[in-house]
């Protein structure tokens, strides 16, 4: 088994929601770690990933492989059935996903200069706009964003004859968080190879 460090290089603004707003002045506050750093949420990389496998295993056409990209999504992230099923034959998966989170060199720079971490994040506002080109009443919305950076985070416990198939899939994922659609979140994910 062995584990694969990879890096989030943001080129885009991005927003991995908490949950939580400001009251009135935000509607969607990022999520932050203890620091009040911002990070993207083990699960969030887990689920992207898990996507990434079933679609490069739908659009195969060779049969064998697609029933490869089936062997490795049930072994990398497990087997859940739903309620709805008598089967109830749930499987968790043989990897864990970290969080992906800033370098600790930058982490200790931010966390020691109050003035840096203001700097990380930005407010945008976006309104709904009728037929008639005109806004809606009560339709503006603040989302609070993290400017472009780059994460770090990791999987471990990798069978080593399905390393190749994870980097494919983390290469495949080119968008992450909330607003894809309005161009937030664009990403290129990659093995990290150090310094």
């Given at each position: ?7 989030i290089t943001f080129l885009s603004d991005w927003h991995c929601g908490s949950g939580l707003t400001s009251g009135s ?143 494919m899939c983390l290469a495949y994922i080119k968008q992450l968080g909330s607003n894809r659609n309005r161009g937030l ?11």
């Amino acid at each position: 088994m062995s584990e694969l460090i990879y890096k989030i290089t943001f080129l885009s603004d991005w927003h991995c929601g908490s949950g939580l707003t400001s009251g009135s002045d935000i509607d969607a506050l990022v999520i932050k770690d203890e620091n009040d750093l911002p990070f993207v949420p083990g699960k969030t990389i887990k689920g992207l990933l898990k996507e990434a496998a079933y679609i490069l295993g739908e659009f195969s056409e060779d049969k064998k492989n697609k029933e490869d990209w089936n062997i490795f999504r049930k072994h990398i992230f497990g087997l859940q059935t739903t309620k709805l099923q008598d089967d109830n034959q749930s499987e968790p998966g043989a990897c864990f996903f970290s969080n992906a989170v800033l370098s600790d060199t930058l982490k200790n720079k931010i966390i020691e200069s109050i003035d840096l971490k203001s700097t990380l994040y930005r407010k945008i506002a976006s309104t709904q706009i009728d037929k008639n080109g005109i806004a809606e009443e009560k339709s503006l919305r603040k989302i609070e964003v993290v400017i472009p950076l780059e994460l770090y985070g990791q999987i471990t416990n990798i069978d080593e004859k399905y390393f190749d198939k994870m980097i494919m899939c983390l290469a495949y994922i080119k968008q992450l968080g909330s607003n894809r659609n309005r161009g937030l979140g664009r990403c290129i994910i990659s093995k990290w190879e150090g310094k």
